[in-house]
């Protein structure tokens, strides 16, 4: 398995554009979900999903767009690109909504916005 | 999900145990402790959990206080890879509640 996979490692964007960052996961698991982290800061959560067709927002979701129309998919769309959304964007996924078992994160997207 | 309250750095020299303590206070009966570490730049890493014994696998112990109001992540011997950024949370499980990351505990370990 190839665990949670993020596209692309590294990008940089000017303010006004839009991007989509990938998240993909082969585990079969029902519960994906976005984080962010800026400096100094723990993880925030944007989105997340409990299953395909499914989606809900997190703590912080102002300028984000996301949706999961296949189990293994979670992509994350930034539809007008702002300074404030420079951070470092890490994929998650786990079993289903109810499980206590760990949760996988997949390896980050560091993203600046000029 | 309650919140936790962690000290901002820890520094351990290597082949010793880390004792990484964690307070949760405000804990109610159904959430669980979680441990995760970051190492740098890397997405975070689950380590264990528990709900109110105490739990032990191959990475560290997690020692759960009677009230439950902390806990203390151990590793064993640490090595100077345990160096991390270690996060304990608390959270309601058989739920679709997030975890919630605070700053966490900045271990250091050194020769």
């Known amino acids: 398995n190839a665990g949670v996979t993020q596209t692309p490692k590294f990008q940089v964007l000017k303010t006004g554009q839009s991007m989509t960052l990938q998240c993909a996961q082969d585990?079969?698991?029902?519960?994906m979900s976005w984080y962010r982290q800026d400096p100094g800061m723990g993880l925030r959560l944007i989105h997340y999903?409990?299953?395909?067709?499914?989606?809900d927002q997190g703590e912080v979701p102002n300028g984000y767009n996301v949706s999961r129309s296949t189990t293994e998919d979670f992509p994350l769309r930034l539809l007008s690109a702002a300074p404030s959304q420079t951070s470092v964007y890490f994929c998650?996924?786990?079993?289903?909504?109810?499980?206590?078992?760990?949760?996988?994160f997949g390896p980050g997207t560091r993203l600046t916005v000029l | 999900d309650a919140k936790t309250t962690q000290p901002p750095s820890m520094d351990c020299a290597e082949g010793r145990a880390a004792n990484l303590p964690c307070n949760h206070s405000t804990i109610s009966g159904n959430e669980y402790v979680y441990w995760y570490r970051q190492i740098h730049s890397q997405g975070p890493q689950y380590i264990i959990h528990g709900l109110k014994n105490n739990e032990t696998n191959e990475m560290a112990s997690l020692i759960i206080t009677e009230d439950r109001k902390s806990s203390t992540l151990i590793l064993p011997h640490a090595t100077l890879r345990d160096t991390a950024v270690y996060y304990c949370i608390v959270r309601v499980a058989g739920t679709a509640s997030k975890l919630t990351f605070g700053t966490g505990t900045r271990l250091q370990v050194t020769l």
């Open positions: 998650a996924s786990r079993v289903d909504r109810s499980s206590y078992n760990e949760q996988f």
């Open positions: 999903s409990v299953g395909a067709g499914i989606t």
């Open positions: 585990m079969n698991h029902e519960y």
